[in-house]
């Protein structure tokens, strides 16, 4: 099979030298397991985290990837739920095991150490794998599993987003943002946003968004708040770093701020006195349990949900799709054609 293999680290420069297209056997599934013709995949940052080599436990050579969207091609033994031809799409965030507050210490993400989906086939335990939502095509569906489930469980199982709320996206234009950009719009909430992009501001309020303000304004923070009626209740950040000192300033009191990443680094200047003072609620989260991708999944069939698409590459062009990913280009989900 045709498969994307990252087969050595080298500088974070010339890591689109390491990502080469190569001919592997395809992999031989266990009785408990499927065997997946993946028809389209996504990119995530992890991807290009590891390919730069700014990963932790990289074990190569590795088929990278975590998202698609796909047909069951065979099945093992015991699996009954499954058969040849269902359409699937897969929960990357394997052994969470039975705490639903936070992932065993066993927990791992498909495409890396495990191989991925970047590739022509990938085999999956039946545990992870989930039917495609019937109202999706397979370059929709390729766009939920990793960057959904990690904005689902910050929104609704940290965050409490509900009806109503005043939800702050610093950073729009990711794949978690913008998938909780439609999460929150569909439950009613009332959604803004910051980019360093006119462009993706727009973009964000053509999908339902309230309004936002460019980062690169001095006064954003000021601009949120007159638009939002000076109330933000709940933000969600992936940046870290200065604006998740600026998202604690301008919160409501008793507001919710999930951190979910940091992107632009460190937070140096936490001003402790907003933490208390406003009775703020501050939660980490990442990835989710099976229970939540589960629900994840139920929400969007039921709001017919659509992920947010950037743009789509040939699996033979796979460099091109992790150079706009590393130029943050986008605009949601980089999707890569791999069986079309």
Not at 79 to 88: C, R, W, Y
Not at 238 to 244: C, I, L, P, R, S
Request: hydrophobic content about 40%; overall charge neutral.
């Amino acid at each position: 099979m045709k498969a994307a293999l990252l087969k050595k680290i080298g500088s974070p420069e010339e890591f689109l030298k390491n990502i080469k297209m190569d001919d592997i056997p395809i992999p031989e599934i266990k009785v408990d397991e499927v065997l997946i013709s993946v028809k389209f995949a996504a990119l995530n940052h992890r991807d290009l985290w590891i390919a730069k080599g700014a990963y932790p436990g990289i074990n190569l050579p590795v088929i990278l990837g975590s998202d698609c969207a796909g047909i069951i091609h065979s099945t093992g033994s015991s699996v009954s739920n499954f058969k040849a031809g269902d359409e699937v799409i897969i929960n990357p965030g394997f052994n969470w095991e039975s705490n639903e507050n936070f992932q065993s210490k066993d927990f791992k993400i498909l495409g890396m150490p495990d191989n991925g989906t970047l590739a022509e086939f990938v085999a999956v335990n039946k545990s992870y794998v989930y039917k495609k939502p019937a109202h999706l095509n397979f370059t929709q569906a390729s766009g939920i599993p990793l960057t959904g489930i990690t904005a689902y469980r910050a929104l609704f199982k940290m965050a409490l987003l509900k009806k109503g709320d005043n939800l702050l996206i610093p950073g729009i234009g990711g794949g978690v943002s913008s998938s909780a950009l439609v999460f929150a719009v569909s439950t009613g909430a009332n959604v803004y946003v910051t980019s360093g992009s006119d462009d993706k501001i727009m973009k964000a309020v053509s999908l339902g968004a309230k309004g936002g303000a460019n980062y690169k304004n001095d006064n954003w923070d000021k601009e949120i708040l007159e638009m939002s009626g000076n109330n933000i209740n709940v933000i969600i950040d992936g940046e870290g770093g200065d604006t998740f000192s600026k998202c604690m300033e301008l919160i409501s009191y008793g507001g919710r701020i999930v951190c979910y990443g940091s992107t632009s680094g460190r937070t140096s200047n936490i001003p402790m006195a907003r933490l208390f003072w406003k009775q703020l609620k501050i939660f980490g989260s990442t990835m989710g349990s099976p229970d939540d991708f589960t629900e994840m999944v139920n929400l969007i069939n039921d709001n017919k949900i659509i992920p947010v698409i950037d743009e789509v590459f040939p699996l033979e062009n796979i460099s091109d799709a992790f150079t706009r990913m590393n130029e943050g280009k986008q605009f949601g989900k980089i999707v890569v054609a791999v069986d079309s």
